[in-house]
């Protein structure tokens, strides 16, 4: 069983600040996504990073896969009220948990006006 | 269309009740997903159907049982659920399973928020 932290579990800032978000484990990735969950509603697919090193911009979000495929970040510039939400990463696994996405145990980010 | 569809979007039922969750798209995918979420929580995997069968059950009470008619619909039937059974629950499609080649993007629908009494 491969283990998966994201952290920070909670975070509540002011409109206009930045955030960062991790996602980490000791496991080698084929790739990795990030989701995000408004009240209400299902998680929607914001990126899908595959490649070791890169990064991808989405607006004011910048998500980056680690070198190793270990590791991830997502980035969020001058965070605004509807950016609140519950990001999810969710690796794609292999082994015999293959195809299944295993998602990170999420960061709850409230930005308030 | 690229949307998954749930219905109800609340339900409220008894512990002796049966009831059923249904779950809708018209993407063309071939794989599509029951998951059952906490508040607070990250969705959890129930069930996996592949070109309609089922592929993987993750070990979920049989008091939950799944259904695939169709390549388009899934449906969730519920019969003598506990109130810790409460949640939210999500239908998910993709565009196969285990998505070999790809990289198992899921499309998740609205859920049903599910209250037992």
């Known amino acids: 069983t491969q283990l998966l932290e994201q952290s920070p579990q909670f975070l509540s800032i002011q409109e206009g600040e930045n955030l960062t978000v991790y996602c980490n484990s000791s496991s080698v990735f084929s790739s990795l996504q990030w989701y995000r969950q408004e009240p209400g509603e299902g998680p929607v697919l914001l990126v899908t990073?595959?490649?070791?090193?890169e990064v991808k911009k989405l607006k004011r979000l910048t998500f980056q896969f680690g070198d190793a495929r270990k590791d991830s970040s997502l980035h969020i510039t001058a965070a605004q009220p509807g950016d609140t939400g519950l990001y999810l990463c969710?690796?794609?696994?292999?082994?015999?948990?293959?195809?299944?996405?295993?998602f990170g145990q999420g960061t709850i980010l409230t930005v308030h006006p | 269309d690229t949307e998954v569809t749930q219905t109800p979007k609340h339900l409220v039922m008894g512990m002796t009740n049966k009831k059923s969750l249904k779950c809708e798209q018209h993407?063309?995918?071939?794989?599509m997903y029951w998951y059952k979420q906490k508040a607070k929580k990250p969705p959890e995997l129930m069930f996996v159907y592949s070109y309609e069968k089922l592929s993987i059950n993750e070990s979920v009470p049989s008091r939950f049982s799944p259904e695939c008619p169709n390549s388009s619909l899934l449906n969730l039937h519920l019969h003598a659920l506990q109130p810790e059974d409460s949640a939210l629950y999500l239908c998910a499609s993709s565009h196969s399973w285990p998505g070999t080649g790809s990289h198992n993007e899921q499309f998740f629908g609205p859920g049903t928020r599910l209250t037992v009494l």
């Open positions: 993407m063309g995918h071939r794989a």
């Open positions: 969710a690796p794609k696994v292999g082994g015999t948990s293959y195809g299944k996405l295993t």
């Open positions: 990073v595959v490649t070791g090193g």
